[in-house]
């Protein structure tokens, strides 16, 4: 009996990687060109690009004579495009990141003609577990992968993917690869005994394991195409000659959209995986590569944060009162970061990790203008008082809650009060500078002195807040009595905590609980001869820990906040040479920040540490109190549960796998233990933890690691090859770290386990409070503001209230104005997998509920009723008519 290939016509093109952003756009012209050719001529008869819309967007763009007939292929499906915009990474690119590419995706490839539905990530490193929930909301049912599935969880190459609400996509896995015979095919070779793939495995063996793994009886799957490739002419007469000259396999060409159909109609023991995709069997997934580049990572995750939790939220509160929601901003913004954040993000050559860094902070700026420039126009907009200096607060996510605001306000004396209409509001002043706003002089004598004014520090806890809304506060010139922050030299304290210095490091006093945490926190430096894509461990390795105990601390006090300050050094090797001779040449200086803020149930830990050494981690340790077999990490929409010590650690390398399945994992917003004390961290940058010490009890939190390369071979964690090329190392100087390297995350004690309590606290720690003085002191504080702006035609009120969902701790995704309608959705969920959590009223003016999908298409569920274990719902908010 023939075995049957089914030939998939197609090319894997990466936006960015040891090339150039305009190295790729030459040569994708190039082959471009020379594709619409092969159409036009018969030589080709269909394409499949890559799941992905960027590289035919920009060509599109450079060669606008193309766009007709570019329509009428994919029109008629010979050329395929799409769902997504861009290959993302799958475990480190939050909801909204993974909803934009694939609307964006979506969006651009209908208006060339057709969508495809099959959700194409060839190269990303593993598959997050909510994939399911979200790819269905886009009428997504079936997934192509390569990487992520090893012989542990049983599958065969077909199987369906369940999500926890039940949502199940059908997975197909090129665990052969998406290239294995691409090469020999083309060079007509396939057939001889020494036919191999990119690893220099026999093409042979690798389809005798397609068979085995198979669920479709001598089917599989021969793709033809590889990274960077053009597509290949005549491959119909190919085929043809192929099977004229053999009898042992038959080659048919086909698509991705008609070979779903042969697996749905001829596959049999078709199993189901409920939970995320993550093995280092076959292919390699650089479970160590979140921590690459922590800066440019740190950079991505507040772009995301200030996206979902506050612009998109800002510019629908908005647009309800007039100021129209700019969907091409949005679009512009999202589409600019969704381009850094590909499957290899910030793991590559330095020439290329500052293109990504540079484009990443152009979307954040442009996130950051929008913002601005939105609460200028409420400024200008609104009625002021004659002698009051306004500011204008913007809480952007839908609890109801106080919140603490760090802010800079400027004022005409050094004395002042802030007022809420009529009630003096209390806060702490930090620090005061008298500054002159007139024209500078030489000579100090010339200086205008009616142009002095004051600019201060404060921190002011805001009245309660019901949702998404914004209060005007006015700043007056009286303020007799201001409160200013006291040093204090013992510890920091709140409702929950008491924290202080000892001789044994940092102690965290729980007050609730009556536990106290000894030794609670310390930094962990080790050596590191790993490369961009992965951590390694030296085997000469030196572990150097600092338990803070003899740092120097000092306390401050305020109402609203207590804090601490660590200063320390720690000595360490200046790199492996140093490390395997036990010498301490080079230091490590750090700056720490401890937090409390009233009524927050999170330690507030942020700073700085500056590395002048090289080839080397440096982590974070937060202490545990009993064994650990699992960890509980926050996905996109839902909690995934990970082993800590996983069994495949002990047959790796005896069964040769690609990498070690090692137990250090991405996080993307919140990481639990389960002990006697609850401990959860919350991180606003940092992208990669482990389980580590005696029954990996403790948390490490991977603050940087230090390298110089891009690709060595034959690493302890990743035996073999180099990743990237297989015969080149590119030097990465910049990687080695030697600056200020920051960090920012949190901590948080419970006695009970919910995880949707522990949602909320990481969305208010995630977001922040934003505002605005309307102020002509100072306009290089936000350079937007030198822009002469007209108000609106119309006066807004001076507070305004949105959408609440009170204080429920339903999750909140984001709220966003429909792309489709004069509308809004509010993207909500249960970040529980085992209960279902009430959804409450929507706290909303003149507005009718339904409920979409992620394109826009209504369904028949309750907006209001429970939310379902794990479900993701957007609720529309339909605005009527008064």
């Not at 209504?858 to 479900?871: A, C, R, Y």
Request: hydrophobic residues 35%.
């Amino acid at each position: 009996m023939k075995k049957i290939a089914h030939c998939i016509h197609h090319t894997h093109w990466d936006l960015i990687w040891y090339f150039s952003v305009q190295d790729a756009t030459v040569q994708f012209s190039y082959n471009m060109k020379e594709m619409l050719d092969g159409f036009r001529t018969g030589r080709i008869t269909n394409f499949f690009l890559d799941g992905q819309t960027v590289p035919i967007n920009e060509y599109i763009t450079l060669h606008p004579e193309d766009e007709d007939y570019i329509k009428e292929l994919v029109s008629e499906k010979k050329l395929v495009i799409g769902p997504f915009q861009s290959q993302l990474d799958c475990f480190i690119c939050n909801g909204e990141s993974v909803v934009n590419n694939l609307r964006l995706g979506i969006k651009k490839a209908k208006e060339l003609g057709n969508a495809s539905k099959v959700a194409y990530l060839p190269d990303s490193f593993g598959h997050s577990y909510d994939f399911p929930k979200i790819f269905n909301q886009f009428g997504i049912k079936d997934f192509v992968i390569t990487r992520g599935v090893g012989d542990h969880y049983g599958l065969g190459s077909e199987f369906y993917m369940e999500s926890n609400d039940g949502s199940q996509i059908l997975v197909y896995t090129m665990i052969a690869g998406y290239g294995y015979g691409c090469y020999p095919f083309k060079n007509k070779t396939l057939f001889d005994e020494n036919a191999t793939d990119y690893n220099k495995i026999s093409v042979h063996s690798l389809i005798d394991r397609l068979l085995d793994y198979s669920t479709i009886e001598n089917e599989f799957v021969f793709p033809l195409g590889f990274d960077q490739n053009p597509a290949m002419l005549d491959i119909p007469k190919r085929i043809a000659e192929y099977n004229s000259q053999q009898d042992e396999i038959e080659f048919k060409q086909t698509t991705w959209e008609d070979f779903f159909k042969t697996i749905r109609e001829k596959g049999k023991d078709i199993k189901t995986h409920k939970d995320e995709l993550f093995s280092t069997q076959y292919h390699r997934v650089h479970k160590s590569i979140f921590s690459a580049r922590a800066d440019i990572k740190a950079l991505q995750d507040m772009c995301e944060r200030l996206l979902t939790y506050e612009l998109q939220p800002l510019m629908a509160m908005l647009d309800s009162l007039g100021i129209e929601y700019d969907h091409g901003l949005i679009d512009k913004t999202w589409d600019t970061l969704l381009k850094c954040q590909t499957h290899s993000s910030a793991t590559l050559t330095d020439e290329t990790n500052d293109y990504i860094e540079r484009e990443t902070k152009n979307a954040l700026q442009l996130a950051q203008s929008s913002m601005i420039y939105l609460m200028k126009i409420v400024a200008l907009s609104t009625d002021n008082g004659q002698n009051e200096i306004p500011i204008y607060i913007f809480n952007t996510v839908p609890y109801e809650v106080k919140r603490i605001q760090k802010m800079k306000v400027f004022s005409r004396t050094p004395n002042f009060s802030i007022y809420s209409e009529d009630k003096k509001l209390s806060f702490t002043v930090v620090n005061t500078v008298k500054k002159n706003c007139g024209v500078l002089r030489k000579n100090i004598d010339l200086i205008d002195d009616s142009k002095f004014y004051y600019e201060s520090d404060i921190i002011l806890e805001t009245e309660e807040l019901p949702g998404i809304c914004y209060r005007k506060y006015s700043v007056v010139d009286e303020g007799i009595g201001m409160k200013l922050v006291q040093n204090y030299d013992r510890f920091i304290e709140n409702k929950y905590y008491k924290i202080h210095l000892n001789e044994n490091g940092l102690c965290i006093e729980d007050k609730l609980l009556s536990k106290k945490i000894e030794k609670s926190l310390w930094i962990e430096e080790s050596g590191d001869e790993g490369d961009s894509f992965d951590y390694s461990y030296p085997n000469y390795d030196l572990k150097i820990t600092d338990d803070l105990s003899v740092s120097k601390a000092t306390y401050h006090v305020s109402d609203e906040i207590q804090w601490m300050e660590i200063n320390g050094n720690l000595e360490i090797p200046y790199d492996l040479n140093s490390r395997k001779l036990k010498k301490l040449d080079s230091k490590l200086e750090y700056v720490i920040k401890i937090e409390l803020y009233k009524d927050s149930k999170i330690i507030h830990v942020s700073g700085h540490i500056k590395n002048e050494a090289e080839q080397h981690r440096v982590r974070f340790v937060i202490k545990g109190d009993k064994k650990q077999d699992y960890s509980y990490a926050g996905t996109q929409y839902g909690i995934v549960k990970r082993e800590t010590n996983p069994k495949e650690l002990e047959v790796w390398k005896e069964e040769n796998w690609f990498e070690e399945p090692s137990p250090t994992f991405p996080i993307l917003n919140h990481v639990t233990r389960v002990g006697d004390i609850i401990t959860t961290l919350y991180t606003r940058g940092l992208k990669e933890y482990e389980f580590v010490n005696e029954g990996n009890k403790d948390i490490a939190l991977t603050v940087f690691r230090s390298y110089g390369a891009m690709g060595y071979p034959d690493l302890n964690r990743r035996p073999g090859r180099p990743s990237g090329l297989d015969y080149m190392i590119f030097e990465t100087p910049k990687c080695q770290m030697k600056k200020e390297n920051t960090f920012d995350f949190g901590i948080s004690y419970f006695d009970q386990l919910d995880f949707n309590q522990i949602n909320k606290e990481y969305v208010l720690f995630a977001s922040d409070l934003v505002y605005y003085q309307k102020q002509d002191f100072d306009k290089s504080l936000n350079p937007i503001s030198y822009f002469p702006t007209n108000s609106l035609d119309k006066v807004l009120p001076s507070k305004y209230d949105f959408v609440s969902l009170g204080t429920s701790n339903v999750g909140f995704g984001s709220l966003v104005k429909a792309d489709n309608s004069d509308s809004y959705i509010l993207r909500v969920y249960n970040n529980d997998d085992q209960n279902e959590i009430e959804m409450p009223l929507i706290h909303l003016d003149s507005h009718a509920l339904s409920t979409i999908d992620l394109e826009e298409n209504k369904t028949d569920k309750n907006p209001l009723s429970p939310l379902n274990k794990g479900e993701l719902r957007n609720i529309q908010l339909i605005k009527e008519a008064k």
